[in-house]
């Protein structure tokens, strides 16, 4: 069997009005086009694609792997542009490989570009209708996908992440590559859509409701005729058609499938009383902050996480901690995107002013240069990340680090990059919502969690959902219809 194979990942928060353009990935990310170059670089690398290669090889076919885009980091639609470019790239891989047998596709299912709310389900469709491929044809998610009927229409299995923070790569990647090679003559994808956002906070695979889900589903794929079972908390800040929380069954049996995904779609609904944000008000976050021995506290910044697609910018923690930086039982480490306060040649060990909206921020310049750093915790692990220029000022136990964009800073090596000691610090900013918990090896009980300005705010009723999105639990605390089934033919 000749195999095409390829890896697509970006994730859209349409709360962030920045378009994404080709430097995402090509500058900031990975963006490659030739088969021999993709081996390369998945050999380093413990990707879906990495794994489902080397499974399709053992089993003895032949891999072509057409294209490669991951993001650097989550934020608003690609522009119309840099989907072209992105899509032609795609389907001019596939056409330019010869004959193919199969497909297996490792794609997100979150990116939305102008114009377009579902890009995974219309390159599918493209694949299908314009290419004309009938052959099988595997897709890999990302658990946080909004999964749509035209994935599962055009695809002949689909599974997707069991990890929040998102670990399992290489596993996905083998359990893709393991479903084309059993597949069976057909299939039939059942998903059960609940009308429910749930706080990312809320998803971790090892503890709490999302835990327990994550087992129930594993005990449902046992049965002979189902597949796969996948769950899908969605990432919940697009404001798009159909967005909601998914189960998705592959089976061979349809009534199998359907009783699978009704089941588990039930008793996820009747878990929302149980799906806690953790926000706590500023004073008792402040009272909460004691000197503890085994590492810092995590000062979680649940909507402006950069990890969910919002920019970074929010100032909320430095006007809070910026009155009591001499009154502090041990070092705070803020960080803020601000492009604008990164430009000046100041010199490292001079007193400087940044004036910010309603906040003068004056201390001294501890660093001034390139941020850049390979995380060192469990997620993203080893990849260069850059957030561009960078200045840290420091003043009485604070220390702001300002940088020239966002990026996945949910590790102590952000930190460190710029000189800066987060174990040792009493508290460490972060703007990430569960990565942190992989990046400093350490469990939710760590965090004190706030909110504030951004796009990824967990109070959803605050962000600016329209239409049929403002009948989801929690914004609507009875909605109208709470799970609907959808069944390829
Ligand atoms: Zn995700």
């Not at 008792?284 to 970074?312: H, K, M």
Request: proline share 6%.
């Amino acid at each position: 069997m000749r195999v095409a194979l390829a890896q697509f990942i970006y994730e859209s928060n349409t709360f962030n009005p920045e378009l994404a353009e080709m430097s995402c990935f090509t500058e900031r990310g990975v963006w490659l086009t030739e088969p021999a170059a993709i081996k390369t670089w998945a050999q380093a690398t413990d990707t879906q694609l990495q794994r489902s290669v080397e499974v399709l090889a053992e089993a003895g076919h032949e891999t072509v792997p057409v294209m490669v885009a991951v993001c650097g980091a989550p934020g608003g639609r690609l522009s119309a542009a840099c989907h072209d470019a992105l899509k032609s790239a795609f389907l001019d891989g596939l056409r330019g490989a010869g004959t193919l047998d199969a497909m297996v596709l490792h794609l997100h299912g979150a990116v939305a570009a102008e114009g377009i709310d579902d890009v995974e389900g219309d390159w599918l469709a493209t694949v299908r209708q314009e290419l004309g491929f009938t052959g099988p044809l595997v897709v890999s998610l990302d658990l946080h996908a909004n999964v749509t009927a035209a994935m599962l229409e055009h695809a002949d299995a689909i599974t997707a992440y069991r990890t929040a923070p998102h670990e399992d790569f290489a596993e996905t990647g083998e359990r893709a590559a393991q479903l084309l090679l059993d597949l069976p003559e057909s299939t039939t994808r059942t998903m059960a859509k609940i009308a429910a956002l749930i706080p990312p906070i809320s998803t971790h695979h090892e503890v709490g409701p999302f835990a327990e889900m994550l087992n129930r589903a594993r005990d449902l794929q046992r049965p002979a005729g189902i597949l796969d079972v996948s769950l899908f908390p969605v990432q919940p800040w697009l404001d798009v058609e159909g967005l909601g929380t998914s189960v998705v069954v592959t089976a061979t049996d349809p009534a199998e499938g359907q009783r699978v995904a009704q089941q588990l779609a039930e008793g996820w609904y009747a878990q929302r009383f149980v799906w806690p944000t953790g926000l706590l008000a500023w004073d008792e976050l402040q009272s909460r902050l004691e000197p503890r021995s085994d590492g810092p506290w995590l000062l979680v910044d649940t909507a402006d996480a950069t990890t969910g697609g919002s920019d970074g910018s929010s100032l909320a923690a430095v006007r809070e901690f910026w009155p009591r930086r001499d009154n502090l039982a041990g070092t705070v480490l803020l960080w803020v995107v601000a492009p604008e306060m990164v430009s000046g040649d100041r010199e490292v060990g001079a007193q400087v002013q940044l004036d910010l909206p309603d906040l003068t921020v004056t201390g001294e310049l501890t660093f001034a240069g390139e941020c850049q750093f390979r995380p060192r915790g469990k997620a993203y692990t080893g990849q260069l990340i850059s957030c561009g220029r960078a200045q840290v000022v420091a003043s009485g136990q604070l220390r702001v680090i300002f940088t020239e964009r966002g990026c996945l800073c949910s590790d102590p090596a952000f930190y460190e990059a710029v000189g800066l000691d987060p174990e040792g610090a009493l508290a460490v900013h972060v703007k990430s919502l569960l990565g942190w918990q992989a990046g400093f090896g350490v469990g939710p009980e760590r965090g004190l969690y706030f909110d504030g300005p951004g796009m990824t705010s967990l109070n959803f009723a605050r962000l600016s959902f329209t239409g049929a999105r403002r009948e989801l639990w929690p914004i609507n605390p009875s909605p109208p219809n709470p799970i609907s089934l959808w069944q390829s033919i």
